[in-house]
């Protein structure tokens, strides 16, 4: 199957600094890609949906200057956690679609984030 | 369904055993359903998949129940094997695209 991968896989940061985290599609091209947010012992709660070229779309409760989503190209979206604090530490997970909205859907391996 | 759980539910079998994991949704308009087993520290990872206007499907070791009546999804897992202990979700989509609801999760445990 098509491969999703996210870099970095583990980061550790301060509080009070922001955090790069990538996610790229390997072998094809996506033009939306997720983000999923999950903390221990829960599910995978919808952060955004990422569209190639053009703003995120956010689910409600979530802070979009806090949770900054670029998706410069067709192979690469990136979260960045704005002024990280200890309760943003988590579990980042994007899947990508492959041709378009409605193909098959691929997940990256996550990222952990800890915020001391 | 619902996709926020204060915990995950547990299920403890025997290896060889079959595994039966529940799900419950909640939104009657949902039309794609999606099995995902997540292991520790990873990303979900595909499993099996229904559309609605189907009630059962089998994979390989593997069989999806669909029962619209009452919004229930299930897994089936034969004969289960050590390798197949994670924590399994259903998610749903609604309305096309590829936008999913995950469900609360269930912790297969396989016992030697």
């Known amino acids: 199957g098509a491969v999703v991968s996210q870099h970095p896989s583990w980061v550790i940061c301060k509080s009070g600094t922001s955090v790069k985290i990538e996610c790229r599609s390997l072998d094809f091209q996506a033009t939306t890609m997720f983000w999923y947010r999950q903390f221990p012992k829960q599910s995978l709660m919808l952060m955004a949906t990422?569209?190639?070229?053009?703003?995120?779309?956010?689910e409600q409760g979530v802070e979009k200057d806090k949770f900054l989503i670029n998706h410069a190209s067709l192979t690469l979206s990136t979260l960045t956690v704005t002024s990280a604090h200890p309760e943003d530490s988590s579990f980042y997970i994007c899947s990508a679609v492959t041709g378009g909205s409605t193909g098959e859907l691929f997940f990256g391996e996550g990222s952990r984030l800890t915020v001391l | 369904g619902e996709s926020v759980g204060l915990h995950l539910p547990t299920l403890s079998v025997q290896e060889g055993d079959n595994s039966i994991i529940n799900c419950a949704y909640s939104?009657?308009?949902?039309?794609?359903f999606i099995w995902y087993k997540q292991e520790s520290g990873k990303g979900p990872q595909f499993i099996i998949d229904i559309r609605s206007n189907m009630d059962k499907r089998q994979g390989q070791r593997v069989t999806v129940l669909l029962n619209k009546t009452v919004k229930h999804l299930s897994l089936q897992i034969a004969a289960t094997q050590p390798g197949d202990s994670a924590v399994y979700f259903c998610?749903?989509?609604?309305?096309?695209?590829?936008?999913?609801?995950f469900g609360t999760g269930t912790q297969l445990k396989v016992e030697l």
């Open positions: 990422s569209n190639e070229g053009s703003k995120a779309t956010y």
């Open positions: 998610a749903e989509i609604t309305g096309g695209g590829n936008k999913l609801t």
């Open positions: 939104n009657s308009a949902s039309d794609y």
